[in-house]
């Protein structure tokens, strides 16, 4: 049992946690390279990722695993991405902070979802069952270097019409 759920409970919460923050994420990269901003998207974007990190801690280990370090990471990026969107309202460099700090952790919950496909999928298992054999790096390797495209355009063109104003409080 995790919070009160079976683990196959749990673990159907946990993946679909992890997809709703994979499509969030692809709406918010879609809007930096736009150069836009959806607040909504975002905010969704960031709250299920930070779950999806979090909540991939309450399985049951008992040594620390790869998932462990990769979440450590994703919730470390995630807490720079809040700050730069939240507390700095993306003004002067936050904003390519946020933007480098918001696709990092849209790329590790991206590179999880590889990983786990390659577990669970019985074909994609069949052709790389210790995650070491070609299509396994192949598949990483796009994943990675179509990152580091999109993120190089995403943070030049990231520039929402109300930056600095985000989060200012409404007029009254």
Known sequence: MVLGLSLAAFTTLHVTISFVALALGAGVLAGMLRGTDHGAVTAGFLATTILTSGTGFLFPATTVLPSHIVGILSLAVLVIAVAGYYAWNLTGAWRRIYAVAALVAFYLNA??????????????????????????????????????????????????????????????
């Open 111 to 172: 590179f999880v979802a590889v990983v786990q496909a390659f577990l669970k999928i019985e074909e994609l298992h069949a052709l790389a069952p210790t995650g070491t054999e070609p299509p396994f790096i192949a598949a990483q390797t796009v994943l990675l270097a179509a990152f580091i495209a999109a993120g190089f355009f995403a943070v030049k063109r990231f520039r929402p019409a109300s930056e600095g104003m985000y989060h200012a409080p409404a007029a009254d």
